[in-house]
Structure formats: C-alpha cells, structure tokens
C-alpha cells in the first residue's frame, strides 16, 4: 500500500541549511507536498511539487524530487529558530485525493 | 487569504458520549476531508466527501464514525460512542476540484479540533 517515510529527528544549527528527507512508494503519487507543525498547531502547507518537476524554489525553500528513486528533499536555507518544528512529508494521486503522510521530522534549530 | 474554520478548537468528552466537531469548508470548495492525527503520530486520513456522498473512507472509518453536510456551507463528523482511542486532533480539510486556479488545487485544512476522551 501507500507509504510515506522520513527521519525522525534532524538537528541543525541557526544560519545552516537543513535538509530534511522523504521516500514514498506510490509510484502514480502526482502531487508532493512539504506541511509544517508548530507545536500544537494546524498543519501549514509549505510548498508542492508535480511529480514532473525535478525541482522547485520557493525563497528559503528548495524542493528536489527524484521520480525513480521516490525521493523527496525539502531544503530550508538560513534556518531560523522560527523554523523548529515537525515537517511532514505526504503525497497523493490527484488533488482531490486522500493525502498520505509521512510520520513527520523534528527539526531543532539550535541558537 | 480563504481559510477552513473548525469549531470547537478543544473538546473533552467522556467515554460513550457522541461528539460531532464541525467544520466550516472554503465556500466554492467541492471536496471535504476529515484527519486525525494521534498525539505524536502522524495524520491519518478518515473520510472523503463530495457530492453529498462519501467518495472514500479508510479501515478507521468504522460504524461509529459519520459525515454530514447539513447545510450549504458547514461540514460535521460526528462520532457515536466515544472511545479512549479517539483522543486525537481532528483536521477538516477541503479542496477545489483540479482545473480550478492553481494555487487553489490543493486541499487546504483547518487549525484542527482537539478532541480528549476521558
């Protein structure tokens, strides 16, 4: 069936570049997306990316998708202590489709 | 920016009660979507509705579980019995059909109501 994995924990140091990563297994996963948690909060779409796009950018974010490998990367450049919190990465056949997540990363920004 | 609004934003129930949590979808959005997300796991989806029907639901999704769309704008999910394991954040999430505006294709959710049975 459908599964998203991710690490689990990432710890970067402020002004670094976190890179968090993503494996999927539905090879007809058509959108990709990266959603933010804050601690007791929603869940915050961050960006997307078409499954026919090798990459996309959005300021401090860099999505990177590799489609044969079912790998997923989101990049956040110059992280920020604003930027500690749980990111999820999910996937789903069309728009209007159940969206399948991953178990989400703990990114710690440390001061 | 167009937001979903969920209401309440946190509920305590105890066991065996029947809750219904209720969302208020984007207004020309077609899809709703309920989500559940267990303290310190990761968001599962429940249900998928369009067109006054369910589309899609999952092995959660059992008798107890219901959705309605009682009106032209609000969205509920009602649980029957409340178990201890219902305890979770429920997110409502709705989405314009593909071949609307780009930016719009995706599903947009709710802050999430936090639902504890005791």
């Known amino acids: 069936g459908e599964d998203v994995e991710q690490s689990l924990f990432l710890s970067v140091r402020e002004g670094d570049s976190s890179v968090i990563n993503c494996t999927y297994t539905d090879s007809s996963s058509t959108y990709l997306y990266w959603y933010k948690q804050e601690p007791g909060a929603g869940l915050q779409l961050l960006t997307y990316?078409?499954?026919?796009?090798d990459m996309k950018q959005d300021q401090r974010l860099t999505v990177l998708l590799n489609k044969k490998d079912k790998h997923l990367s989101l990049r956040i450049a110059d992280t920020q202590t604003g930027d500690s919190a749980i990111y999820f990465c999910?996937?789903?056949?069309?728009?209007?489709?159940?969206?399948?997540f991953g178990p989400g990363t703990s990114l710690s920004v440390i001061p | 920016e167009p937001e979903v609004t969920q209401t309440p934003s946190h509920q305590v129930t105890q066991m065996g009660q029947e809750v219904i949590l209720r969302c208020v979808p984007i207004s020309n959005h077609l899809y709703f979507y309920w989500y559940r997300q267990i303290l310190g796991q990761k968001v599962e989806f429940l249900v998928s509705?369009?067109?006054?029907?369910?589309?899609?639901k999952s092995e959660i999704f059992d008798d107890q579980f219901s959705v309605e769309r009682p009106d032209g704008s609000n969205f509920t999910l009602k649980i029957r019995s409340t178990k201890l394991e219902d305890s979770a954040m429920y997110f409502c999430?709705?989405?314009?059909?593909?071949?609307?505006?780009?930016?719009?294709?995706?599903?947009?959710f709710g802050p999430g109501t936090r639902l504890l049975v005791l």
């Open positions: 990316i078409f499954s026919n796009m």
């Open positions: 999910a996937e789903s056949v069309a728009s209007y489709d159940k969206v399948i």
């Open positions: 509705f369009y067109n006054n029907e369910i589309s899609e």
């Open positions: 999430a709705s989405c314009i059909l593909a071949g609307g505006v780009p930016y719009q294709e995706t599903q947009y």
